[in-house]
């Protein structure tokens, strides 16, 4: 596989669930990012992670808790959600030092709802 | 700080007309810009990008933009717009100077709604 692969694509989970998101890139990146896109809302920046270290945090909840075990692989553990949590969450990845040359590539994104 | 301004949140525009959707952005030093495309129910996908030199831009299905330094402007163009070409547009931003670490600023996006 190539490029940025998310999953699930779809995940339904009530508030007292623990799930994760998966992120995995596969074109030698070593900056990831998570964004939380809502309905009429921007996009919001979540957390950013450069050379596997979290270089960014936007304020987010302590229900949301990312990991990036490796350069290719970036996690978003969920766990005690609100149903305002409910969005198109996200993962871009991009080379660090040039992502302003280059821009991110984006995966397709997992839908979540939260019930 | 930076900023991307997208002045229309929504353009409905019928198949085969020309289109163009806006972006403004604020920045003291120069930038690297860029359009992103969503369809629905996906990712972004990169359209185009200027870094430096012309400053008119052509990139995938048709698109193409333009940098227009004094206005601080990056708008987007296409002249005959295809019912494939329904979805959401994103303006973005890199600074080369900026404590964002080159990291991008977007837009809130532009809805493009193509009617038969």
């Known amino acids: 596989e190539t490029g940025v692969t998310q999953t699930p694509r779809h995940l339904v989970m009530g508030m007292t669930n623990k799930k994760s998101l998966k992120c995995e890139q596969h074109?030698?990146?070593?900056?990831m990012y998570w964004y939380k896109q809502s309905a009429k809302k921007p996009l919001e920046l979540m957390f950013v992670y450069s050379l596997e270290e979290r270089v960014e945090n936007n304020s987010v909840p302590s229900r949301f808790s990312p990991e990036c075990p490796n350069s290719s692989h970036l996690f978003l553990h969920l766990h005690t959600l609100q149903p305002e949590d409910s969005a198109l969450y996200l993962c871009?990845?991009?080379?660090?030092?040039?992502?302003?040359?280059?821009?991110?590539?984006f995966g397709s994104g997992t839908r979540l709802t939260v019930v | 700080a930076q900023s991307v301004t997208q002045l229309d949140s929504q353009v409905p525009v019928f198949e085969e007309a020309p289109v163009e959707l806006r972006c403004n952005y604020s920045?003291?030093?120069?930038?690297?810009l860029f359009w992103y495309v969503q369809y629905p129910n996906q990712g972004l996908q990169l359209l185009l990008k200027?870094?430096?030199?012309?400053?008119l831009v052509k990139g995938i299905n048709g698109f193409e933009a333009e940098f227009n330094k004094s206005q601080t402007s990056f708008h987007l163009r296409k002249p005959s717009v295809h019912i494939s070409d329904t979805a959401e547009y994103f303006c973005a931003v890199s600074d080369l100077d900026g404590g964002s670490q080159g990291n991008l600023i977007f837009g809130k996006g532009t809805k493009l709604s193509v009617k038969p």
């Open positions: 074109l030698g990146h070593n900056a």
């Open positions: 871009a990845s991009s080379q660090e030092g040039l992502q302003g040359l280059y821009g991110y590539t």
């Open positions: 920045s003291s030093v120069s930038v690297y």
């Open positions: 200027y870094l430096s030199g012309s400053t």
